[in-house]
């Protein structure tokens, strides 16, 4: 039965090298600490009117950095959380799953913008008269850039898992809290921590967006990267997005290094495999953590939390018959829940209709709906071509540890650069070349969203078991014939949920792919993105109805593309390519 692995037994250092490596350590959490207090007090200020302009001046950008960086760290711990929660109860609920899926479809499918509209002023009734509301929608509006494939991630790990699990968990009497982390959660760690990085190089994109909070006329820019970048894009200076640039980019590979590059080599653990690779992903820093004595001492303090935490949560009663996604109750209880939802969604859907058609008109909705196949067949050119370029390149790397060490700095800049950065340039290049943003603007979504099924490639082709390649290279299958007997098998999970979350991402990038501006020039594409970016930012009494129309029909189109492609190829998963 396939486990888990562990690593072999690491060298103990001496005793004077672990000393110094354990006040290193030491000094480096301390200093953290401390630049954690530091950057967060701004977030506790009151807002004074007309205090609210940002500085392009070089100097100001390395505390904008890490403004910007604390946001994206606690986004990237709620999409953690939220994905674990959310995902399991999909996986383990019949009933919820037939609400929880296709409402993740729409969540994922509304752009950044769409939750502005409705979460800004909540958040500043919350705090009146500080930050703390403008930083908290700020998070927020990062967190629903990072979430969704996080879910779908986890989502479809649960639904894979091979039956070799539910017969040892029922064998050891595990309690459901156990199973959960200690069989679910490793069994999904791979693919939750690739899509973690994903995660937030997506959260980059928007960032712009995310850190420009208005509400009722009033503007409450945020210090940061993204703001950064739109002053100086707004007053034309180059030179300060070329610093915005270079110092993204050292906020990636600073990030990759200290973050990512030992969170992918700690997941290597919990490949499920009965042979390990010779050559496996490695970290410095990793490394040195696992010399040091301050992880042991953490542990066993994790321990005694978790112990505790294990026996308060043993009421949830222990895994002695399969979590099968059926729920009790029968047909009678399947109908009233039926009911419930339909009656919940029709009058949400009735409060939406009769909104933007008395404030707006019932042409707003055929209005979306062209504009929206226009950005449907964007679309699904970018996903098939990604497909095409990414898949091969992303077997490749998942398959070699030495190339991925090399080749995951690389790919995570790319990912994590916000593209919307480049599209000044690029406005520069399709006024010089005559292009016309209908066609270009399919680049300039590929640049945010292609990304998500390179990563879950890596992923999915890093999960493929050891023993498993190398009975194909004993036995000399090359070729087509690997590709269709391991290698697509073994990646199509995640290239699933690579391609739907590149589809929602796409669907999103459109919002600022389809209408760019610099200087005084506009360039703007036929298409729903553009059509909801003009709405947001117009200010007659029907821009919000707009908003809420076009936001509804991307969600139509999202959700009706899910159900009627991605979902039954999630069935096929299932059904064909669990690692029994």
Same mark, same amino acid.
Do not use: M, R
């Given at each position: 039965m396939a486990m888990p692995r562990t690593f072999p037994q690491r060298v103990t250092l001496g005793r004077p090298k672990q000393s110094a490596l354990d006040v290193l350590i030491g000094a480096a959490v301390i200093v953290a600490l401390y630049s954690l207090i530091r950057v967060g007090r701004g977030a506790t200020l009151t807002i004074v009117p007309g205090s609210t302009q940002i500085s392009t001046r070089a100097i100001d950008l390395p505390y904008y950095a890490a403004r910007s960086l604390l946001r994206m760290f606690i986004a990237l711990a709620a999409s953690t959380a939220f994905s674990l929660g959310y995902g399991y109860a999909a996986a383990r609920s019949r009933r919820l799953e037939k609400v929880l899926?296709? &409402?993740?479809? /729409?969540?994922?499918?509304?752009?950044? !913008?769409?939750? &502005?509209?409705? /979460?800004?002023?909540?958040?500043?009734? !919350?705090?009146?008269?500080s930050y703390v509301g403008v930083e908290l929608a700020s998070i927020f509006a990062i967190f629903t850039a990072q979430a969704w494939n996080m879910?779908?991630?986890?989502?479809?790990?649960?639904?894979?898992?091979?039956?070799?699990?539910?017969e040892l968990s029922r064998s050891l009497r595990l309690t459901r809290w156990m199973r959960f982390w200690k069989i679910e959660v490793p069994a999904g760690a791979i693919g939750l921590v690739w899509n973690g990085m994903m995660s937030m190089a997506g959260a980059w994109f928007f960032l712009s967006a995310s850190e420009a909070i208005s509400s009722n006329g009033h503007s409450y820019p945020l210090p940061g990267v993204g703001s950064y970048a739109a002053a100086a894009i707004a007053r034309g200076d180059l030179r300060g997005v070329g610093l915005a640039i270079a110092t993204m980019g050292v906020l990636v590979v600073g990030v990759n290094f200290f973050f990512w590059r030992p969170l992918t080599a700690w997941a290597e653990r919990f490949k499920m495999e009965q042979s390990e690779s010779a050559d496996r992903q490695r970290s410095v820093l990793l490394e040195m953590l696992q010399q040091s004595r301050w992880p042991q001492l953490a542990g066993r303090a994790r321990r005694k939390v978790a112990g505790s935490l294990g026996r308060a949560m043993a009421v949830l009663g222990r895994d002695d018959e399969p979590l099968a996604a059926a729920a009790p109750g029968g047909r009678a209880a399947d109908v009233a829940f039926v009911v419930l939802v339909g009656a919940v969604t029709a009058f949400g859907l009735w409060r939406l209709v009769s909104y933007t058609v008395s404030h707006s008109g019932l042409g707003v909705y055929a209005t979306a709906l062209g504009l929206g196949f226009l950005t449907f067949l964007r679309v699904a050119f970018l996903v098939a071509v990604s497909t095409l370029i990414w898949v091969p390149v992303g077997v490749r790397i998942g398959e070699s540890p030495r190339l991925a060490r090399t080749a995951q700095p690389v790919v995570q800049v790319l990912a994590s650069f916000p593209a919307n950065f480049l599209f000044p340039f690029a406005t520069l290049l399709f006024i010089h070349t005559g292009i016309s943003l209908n066609f270009g603007a399919v680049l300039l979504m590929a640049l945010g969203s292609q990304w998500y099924i390179l990563f879950n490639t890596i992923a999915g082709a890093m999960a493929i078991p050891t023993d498993l390649r190398e009975a194909m290279d004993n036995l000399r299958v090359t070729g087509w014939q690997r590709w269709r007997r391991l290698i697509i098998p073994g990646i199509f999970p995640f290239y699933v949920t690579g391609a739907i979350t590149a589809s929602g991402g796409a669907w999103n990038a459109s919002i600022v792919a389809e209408i760019v501006t610099f200087r005084d020039r506009t360039l703007t594409a036929k298409g729903l993105g553009a059509y909801i970016a003009q709405a947001f930012s117009a200010t007659d009494p029907g821009h919000v109805a707009r908003v809420l129309a076009g936001v509804a029909v991307m969600s139509l189109y999202v959700v009706g593309v899910n159900r009627l492609v991605w979902r039954p190829l999630y069935g096929l998963a299932e059904r064909r390519y669990k690692l029994d």
């Open positions: 899926l296709p &409402l993740l479809d /729409i969540l994922q499918s509304v752009p950044v !913008l769409g939750f &502005l509209v409705v /979460i800004v002023s909540f958040f500043l009734s !919350l705090f009146p008269n879910t779908f991630s986890f989502y479809h790990s649960l639904i894979t898992l091979p039956h070799e699990f539910d």
